[in-house]
Structures are given as C-alpha cells and as structure tokens.
C-alpha cells in the first residue's frame, strides 16, 4: 500500500478519498478481466507484473546501450514493433474493462 501512497504523491494527482478507497478495494481483491464470471486465485496480475519488470529492464538495459546512430539488423525493429504492438493491445484492453 505504500507504493500506491508513494506514486499519488509523485505524481501529484488528486483522487478522492472515495476513489482512493475504490482503488484500495481493488488493488487487495483483485480485479477479473477474464471473460469467466468468476475470478480465479491464480494471480495472473503478479505473472504479468514480473513479465512487465523485465520487459522494462531489457528495455532500459537497450536503451543506454543503443546511440541515436547505431544500424540495427531488420529483425530487430520487427521484434521490437511487435512488443510496442502487443504491449499496447493488453493495455487498452485492459483500461477500456476496468472503466465498464
């Protein structure tokens, strides 16, 4: 709970304490984006959190290592482009339920 404390207040968002509430609720329980009725206690959110951490690490790792200049093979923006693609489909998914 300290992190969701911690990035509001970077962050400087102003929530509600009803929406800070309602985030809370979720954030303990647990959301069901699955297209089943009921939720299951496999906690696919923790799985996806790791695979995020090392998609952000490799792509921290690439970007200090990469200059502006550099000539990279055509598999490698192919790659690249499909992660960026893929990335962003889960993500607009996923916003677009949690505002049902």
């Known amino acids: 709970m300290i992190s969701l404390y911690k990035a509001l207040f970077e962050n400087k968002k102003n929530i509600h304490e009803n929406e800070l509430f309602i985030m809370q609720s979720e954030q303990e329980s647990g959301r069901n984006f699955d297209y ?3 939720k299951s206690d496999s906690h696919e959110g923790k799985m996806a959190k790791d695979t995020l951490y090392t998609i952000i690490k490799n792509a921290e790792e690439l970007d200090q290592f990469l200059v502006n200049e550099d000539d990279l ?6 790659h690249l482009a499909v992660v960026e693609d893929r990335l ?13």
């Open 88 to 100: 962003k489909s889960v993500n607009e998914y996923l916003q677009s339920q949690r505002k049902r």
């Open 36 to 38: 089943g009725h009921t």
């Open 73 to 78: 093979p055509e598999w490698c923006h192919y």
